[in-house]
Every structure is written in structure tokens, then in C-alpha cells.
């Protein structure tokens, strides 16, 4: 009898995609979830992977960052996409699931596998001393939470109150910008300036304040979420030259372009050590996601950004992960705890089963001393694995499924359409290589 076994904590899309990895490898699998006797704020059915907000698992199409991880998570036979095609609706070139419908048939076919034994019940500690997958979601229950912070430093433990938007580094037009850095304080090429002149900043004033902003659940409604992280919009309705005095200020440069101060500024910094992303820097927003591209893009140095990823506030507890998460999802310290689902640092429902299929899939290698595998950056699963434990990303957000994270190609493709095409057929030619 195999004697093989490992401990998953939470039954969401990150939970149900590790213990099916490890069964896969014939190791017994103890999934605990608390539900359906305790509940987060956000939860209310008792069945496994319940999709709390859109039904929605984004874009099919292979040549959309959505349509590609959900290929390469195909490759891992992924059982909630297992269960998507049983629970899909029409939803143009989206899949969408009658949510009931999904979360009834994960449940199912986890209840079923006879390796995997469901365990309702509330885990207020991670044992260290097994192999364990903590798939927590970002509205764990306060014991476990405690749990998580003493094991990883409360350094590492963040609450996800802000972020500001990424737009890819190739999308900025370098005709409306220039590289400086404040009072030419460190590398040249530290920051890239977006300028403003009197006339285009109070019209991006007037949009801005007129943008309309994302509804906030009842459970983000909290006094601490906002603390010492003002939305940019919250600040502009302040005065009209609040945010000149704040995120946009022009102080410290110059636009080579005119030899002037520019009226206001918008500086990005590097998201990445590639360079291939770029972040707004104070901009961390409610706006509506069709909003920030309207708006934001009347800089005239991103009317053409290609947005990686949209700024959000919400409660989220998650990982600061680089530094603490390897590339398979393990703690560097503790290489037997693996960490899946939002809370190591990624952003969405199919990148958190993602998560947990590369959490599983290396854990059940560890317990057979095999090595553990590396996908590279032209994958989006190895893009998004090698996000999370990248150590030259500051001020670590989580990040979601988009092209801007992968390996550029080494041909030069200006159609944005084919150039996508093009780097989901190399990713998929790589999957064709290896022996999964």
C-alpha cells in the first residue's frame, strides 16, 4: 500500500487543482475546508470551488493570455476545467459556467477520487511537519492567517489595499515621454516620465473626477483597506492641483523635448527586471477596468498602452512571495510548505488553479525525490510561477494571466493579434517537448 501522503488546506480552485495533481501521482491526499461550517464573508454555498464573483473564466481563443493558460492548464489535465465544460453557458468567446452547476460537479468528482479524503473542517494551523499546500483564499480564517504570519514573517504577510496599473514597456510611445529620473537622482533610464502640459492636464482632470469607480463588496468596506494609499481619484476630487502636488508632480525635471518643467508628471517604474513592464507609479485606483484605459490614455505617452494589469483596492490577504515562494511554489525555508491560490501572489480564478496544479504537480515530485519542474517565461504558467519568486520585483503585487509577462519574441510582430498568436503557438510547441 502506498504510504505516500500530503495535507491540502482549502477546498477553492487552488485547493481542488493540488490534491487532484498529487492523487494523480497516487499519493493519498487529506483536503481539509472548513465549509460548510464556517464561512468567509464572501462564501455561501457549501460545495467546492465556489466562484464568488464573475461566472466568468475570461477568453477560449489561444491567442488571448486567458485562452493560453487555460491550454497549458488542459496539458495538466486541470479538473475544474473538467468541470467548466460540463457548466458552460454561452458567453460569445468567453467560458462561462452556471456556477452551481461547477462548483456540484468539482465536488463531485473530488468526493469521488479515492485517493483524496474531504475534510469539513477548520485547520487553525499548518502542520510543518508533512508535506502540506496551504490554498487558503485571501479571506482565510483569522487563526490560520496567524498561522500563515508566524510561519512566514509578518514581512511577507501583505494586505492587498492598492494597486496601481502595469502597461507593457514596448506599448509606451517613447515620442511623448522621456527617461529621467527626479532631480537626476539614480540610473537614467529608472523611470520613464508621461508629461502633462496646463491644457492636457485639466482635461485628464475633468475625465478623471467624472470616471465612474468599481463597486466595492461589503467586506472590502473597511476604514484600513484606503490607510496611507489614497485612490488617484479620491485625491483629484480634493482640488484640481492636488494630484500636481502628489503622484504628478513636475518638480526635479525636465522635458528635453521643450527644456521646460513639464505642467504635471506621471513617472513609471520598472515592474520587472527585464524592463518589459512598467507600472504607474501613485496611481493605485477604484476605476472601473474600462475606465482606467479611457482615462489613463489620454497621457499622451500611453495612448496606445497595452494595460498588463488594471489597478484594484480590495481586501486580499496575500504573500510578498519573492523572496519567500521558489518558482514551484514552495517556501524557500520550509521546501515541504507550498503555497497556491491568490494568496501566493497570484491574481484570478483560473491563474489560482493554475497555482495549485504546479503547487501538486511539484509536490508530488518532492515526495518522490524527483526534481521539481521549471516551466520558462514562454509559458504563462511559467511566466506567472516565475513572477511570483522573482526577487527584483519591488513592491510585489499579484499579477494575473497577460502576454506583457512572457518572454518577448525574437521576431518583431506589430500586429498585436498575431504577435499574441504567435507566442501561444510557442508556448505550446515547448509543452510538446517535455514529458508531462
Known amino acids: 500500500m502506498n504510504d505516500k501522503r500530503a495535507v491540502v488546506i482549502g477546498g477553492g480552485l487552488a485547493g481542488v487543482e493540488a490534491a487532484h495533481q498529487l492523487s494523480r501521482r497516487g499519493i493519498r491526499v487529506t483536503l481539509y475546508e472548513m465549509k460548510p461550517h464556517k464561512f468567509s464573508p464572501a462564501h455561501k454555498s457549501p460545495k467546492l470551488a465556489e466562484l464568488v464573483c464573475s461566472n ?21 489535465d486541470s479538473v475544474c476545467l473538467k468541470a467548466a465544460d460540463i457548466a458552460k453557458v454561452p458567453a460569445g468567446g468567453a467560458l462561462a459556467v452556471d456556477r452551481d452547476v461547477f462548483s456540484d460537479e468539482v465536488t463531485r468528482l473530488i468526493e469521488e477520487d479515492e485517493n483524496i479524503t474531504l475534510v469539513h473542517e477548520e485547520l487553525t494551523e499548518i502542520p510543518t511537519d508533512s508535506t502540506v499546500i496551504v490554498a487558503a483564499g485571501p479571506l482565510m480564517s483569522d487563526s490560520l492567517a496567524k498561522s500563515v504570519a508566524d510561519l512566514c514573517g509578518k514581512d511577507f504577510l501583505a494586505f492587498y489595499d492598492a494597486a496601481a496599473p502595469i502597461v507593457t514597456a514596448e506599448s509606451i510611445d517613447m515620442e511623448n515621454a522621456f527617461t529621467q529620473s527626479r532631480y537626476d537622482r539614480g540610473g537614467e533610464d529608472d523611470y520613464i516620465n508621461c508629461p502633462l502640459d496646463k491644457a ?3 482635461e485628464f482632470y475633468e475625465a478623471l473626477i467624472n470616471a465612474e469607480s468599481a463597486e466595492l463588496h461589503s467586506f472590502d468596506k473597511r476604514k484600513d483597506v484606503y490607510e496611507g494609499c489614497m485612490p488617484i481619484e479620491v485625491l483629484a476630487s480634493r482640488g484640481q492641483d492636488a494630484m500636481r502636488y502628489g503622484p504628478l508632480k513636475p518638480v526635479g525635471l525636465t522635458n528635453p523635448k521643450t527644456g521646460h518643467r513639464p505642467w504635471a508628471n506621471l513617472q513609471l517604474r520598472k515592474e520587472n527586471k527585464d524592463g518589459t513592464m512598467y507600472n504607474l507609479v501613485g496611481f493605485q485606483t477604484n476605476l472601473k477596468f474600462p475606465e482606467q484605459k479611457r482615462v489613463f490614455s489620454m497621457f499622451p505617452a500611453l495612448k496606445n498602452a497595452e494595460f498588463v494589469r488594471y489597478g484594484v483596492m480590495h481586501r486580499n490577504t496575500f504573500l510578498n512571495s519573492p523572496g519567500l515562494l521558489s518558482y514551484d511554489f514552495s517556501m524557500i525555508k520550509h521546501p515541504n510548505i507550498y503555497f497556491a491560490g491568490q494568496i501566493s501572489g497570484v491574481e484570478g480564478y483560473m491563474e489560482s488553479a493554475s497555482s495549485g496544479i504546479l503547487a501538486g504537480y511539484n509536490a508530488a515530485r518532492r515526495i518522490f525525490g524527483e526534481e521539481p519542474i521549471l ?62
Not at 466568468?56 to 495538466?76: D, N
Not at 516565475?386 to 520585483?393: K, T
Not at 497577460?402 to 505550446?428: C, T, V
Open 200 to 202: 492636457q492636464y485639466e
Open 375 to 436: 516551466l520558462p517565461k514562454i509559458t504563462m504558467m511559467g511566466a506567472l510561477s516565475q513572477y511570483i519568486s522573482d526577487e527584483s520585483v519591488k513592491n510585489f503585487q499579484p499579477m494575473g494571466a497577460a502576454f506583457g509577462i512572457i518572454d518577448p519574441l525574437e521576431e518583431k510582430i506589430r500586429d498585436k493579434k498575431e504577435r499574441y498568436q504567435a507566442l501561444a503557438e510557442r508556448s505550446m510547441e515547448y509543452f510538446k517537448s517535455i514529458d508531462l
Open 56 to 76: 466568468s473564466l475570461k477568453a477560449e481563443r489561444l491567442g488571448s493570455a486567458a485562452g493560453l493558460l487555460k491550454a497549458e492548464m488542459r496539458l495538466f
